[in-house]
């Protein structure tokens, strides 16, 4: 008796099923239309299938991918088409390294078949052309594990492999090649461990003396300081660097890169605290690059006890990294800082103890005067063009306490940092790299999984353009994700223009109205999101932000994506 064959790519969505994938971002393509047949056959048999949503630009969907792991979706799969559709990928590339989020990238290749020998054979001239000598060497740099499937392979265990790494701490990307003919193929179902079979490490746990040791200078420090990065990825975390900052009277800073919601955006000892050259002991947190070592004010005197503790302490994928550190503890932040906590509160004397409580009094009192200056500063801002505190002013009191915001503010993100009230984790994110256009995207993949709650985007208008943002829009109105993005309309890009002055104040390109720095006038972003269904609005007076960020929020609400774009000094 024959053997019933089925297609390869009916064990690939299987064993994405099978290790979580819920969403599938696609982008069309003659390599990867399999995913839109076998979805549909396998909704129209009533099995589990991940939902596919259509997306313009394959930068939108691999963003989107990111938004939907750092909301809390789990991990999400991207399709794209080729190496063409791959490389539309840009920048996205660079984020989806230093994010730290589980992606499956699935991306067409050519069949290498010769004509009508395989099913899904080369049949036009463009598969020859679409064949570079190594596709997955274009973006190895960007990934932590790749594969090209081979009709040898077993598709199920590949998928299940690729899964695996992704979401084995520290996260990342995972690329699979699927050459159209081998996809397309039909042979024996071939039975294969899913992700849970193959297993997920379990985590780590610090070095107890360590721990110990870097406890004891901590609790006995003068001035110590915590600096953060992403930690927040797991959100359990924020509750237990709460606790580890309050037993030691540390003050916390993010030194102008504030990646995640680590601690509450209004903790008393979060960014009150003195300079970095001014602690004695520093303890580096979930953070690649956390400051430039020079002898400035921002980072470490020679004298100071650095430590580093986290997943990756020896951000073992930058090939030079000359900051130093006389402790660094691998573990998994969750229990690190559970650990930590404990230690200190264990090696805590009555004099250290008042110290640490004397350090608390006095964050809370900075807070309170820092919150004052700043809030005070936005409301005088009366003039036009808008100052971007205000805009930051009016976003922080908009938001509820479950609200998401997304931050590509760049030159303006901090004011949009300092004005931020979110208190609850997984409530703040932002660009882990510089891979301009990230926003877009991450706000539409963050609305599909959180649904019920208020996504925002705060963008400057440069990375706002880079990321596709029409793309994104559309996407938003068809699949039911509607967010809001606010645009800080400036006309220009810092590097091209404060850059170009601290390098070369008064020369000739400041004096020539820094040609290639400034686009002036600057797209209609409100026009832009009505063309692509959703709703606009274009503000150019102090007076009318809070109404317009209201009535953005409303429409989101309603069921539309909206932008409001302000016109801002």
Known sequence: MGQDLTEVAESLVGAMVAGGVRVLFFASGSDVMVFQEEIARREAHGLPAPRLVPVLHEAVGLNAA????????????????????????????????????????????????????????????????????????????????????????????????????????????????????????????????????????????????????????????????????????????????????EECGAWVTDTGWRERLNLSSRHPMLDTGPALAEADVVLVIDRHIPWVPDDGPDAPGPGATVAWL??????????????????????????????????????HTPATRRAADARLAEGARRRAALDARRDAEALAATGTPVDPRRVAYELGRLLGPDAILLDEAVSNAPAVRAHHRGERPGSFFAQSGSGGGWGSGAALGAKLAAPNRDVVLAAGDGFYRFGSPDAALWTARQAGAPYLAVVFVNGRYSTGTRQVSQFYPGGYAERAGFPGGVFEPPPDYAAEARAAGGWGCYVEHPGEVADALGEGLRQTHAGLPAVVAVRVS
Request: aromatic fraction near 4%; charge should be positive.
């Open 66 to 245: 990111m938004g939907f792991a750092m909301a809390g979706g789990g991990v999400a799969a991207v399709a794209a088409h080729a190496d063409v559709g791959t490389l539309n990928m840009g920048a996205a590339w660079h984020t989806a390294r230093r994010c730290g989020e589980p992606v499956l990238v699935l991306a067409g290749a050519p069949p290498t078949a010769p004509p009508g020998t395989w099913r899904g054979a080369r049949d036009h001239p463009v598969y020859w052309l679409q064949e570079p000598v190594d596709q997955r060497t274009i973006f190895r740099p960007y990934l932590k594990w790749d594969w090209r499937l081979s009709p040898t392979d077993n598709p199920g265990l590949v998928v299940s492999r690729a899964l695996q790494v992704a979401r084995s701490e520290p996260c990342g990307a995972a690329l699979l090649t699927l050459p159209r003919d081998v996809v397309m193929a039909r042979g024996p179902a071939l039975p294969y461990p899913d992700l849970e079979r193959l297993g997920l490490p379990t985590p780590t746990h610090p070095d107890p003396p360590a721990v110990d040791r870097l406890a004891g200078r901590l609790a006995a420090a003068r001035c110590p300081m915590i600096v953060t990065g992403a930690s927040g990825r797991d959100q359990a975390t924020v509750p237990l660097l709460t606790a580890l900052v």
């Open 310 to 347: 986290g997943r990756d302490v020896l951000v073992a994928d930058i090939p030079v990294v000359e900051h130093p550190a006389d402790l660094r503890i691998p573990c998994t932040t969750r229990h690190g800082l559970a650990a930590l906590r404990a230690a200190v509160a264990a090696t």
